[in-house]
Each structure stands twice: as C-alpha cells, then as structure tokens.
C-alpha cells in the first residue's frame, strides 16, 4: 500500500503506565514500539496521543478495578507513568493529543483530546488515518470509530496494536466491531512496500 502526504499514522497511547512495570499494563504492550517506529519512517503527518489526567478523574477507583468500570490510577500528567515510552521515537513535529484532562470526563479516543483533532488533521489536508498503539479494545477502537464518524478514511494496523483483553476476547471483538463499522484492517508490512 502507499503511503500517501494526505495520510497521518495516530499512535494511540503508548505510554509507560500502560507498558510493562506500569500502573496498568497492557500484555506485550511494549512489543508495539518497534513496529510503530518502524511505522514512523513512513509518514511526513503524525500524531501522539496519550491519557494526560488529573489526580481526581472520574476514571480511577479502588481495587478491585474493573468492576464497576473504573482503572487503577494511571497516566497523571506530568507523571512519569504518563510519559511516551523511553524507546518510542517521537518526532518533534508530531502532533500531540492531551485526552482525558477533565476530572469528570473519560475520554477514550483521540477525538475526545486537546487540540481537537478532526481539526488538526483536515488543516494538514489528510484524508485517510492508520491507527495503532494500545489499547485495541478501548482507546484504539474508540479512536479509529471517531475517526471514521469524522469523516476519515479509517485503517486499523493490527500488528501493531495490543489489547487490555478484558473482559476475555474483548480485543478481538472490538477489531471485528471496527471492520463491521467501516475500519479497514492492515498489517505493518503491508504498509512498507
């Protein structure tokens, strides 16, 4: 597939909170950093999104989490479990997206962050986005679906996304409820040709 100047890779989340070590790790979440950079050398249009909260957001809860849809505290802001991941190379010219920064919001997709994105991206004239990071069963998905209801051309590159996988199979069903809705599904390689 080419890489087109109207096309930006969104590299969803790959922060250290949600790496191994972190305050919510997601599985093999660090082994997306070299595909993505891989990835980056590809596109001239990039964007870095990351959960930037507030000590007091609506998301966190007490153990045991998961139950009543709340997280363990993660992704403070200026925290180090909130920085991009130390191998993760972002270019100086990225677009960042600061999500989930009101207490009283979650914020699951790039969509929902500061600066706004649809904006950012139709200012910079693309048209199709390729989304990838962590995690396929939550802020991936909701990112790529935004994506599509915004009017982009939408592709998942799934080898270079993991999953929270909870509850059991969730990852895999939410890349099936994205191909369902219109997301077109890719895998690294097809894209370095």
Known sequence: MTILPTDALIVVDVQNDFCPGGALPVDEGHHVVPIINLLLRRFDRVVFTRDWHPHNHCSFGDPPEFTDGSWPEHCRANSPGAEFHGDLRVPVDAIIVNKGTDPDQEAYSGFQGIPPLADELRRRGVT??????LATDYCVKHTALDGL??????????NACRGVNFPEGSATAAVEEMRQAGVKVCWSGDLMQ
């Open 149 to 158: 209801a915004a009017g982009f051309d939408v592709f998942l590159v799934e």
């Open 128 to 133: 199709r986005i390729f989304v990838c990071g």
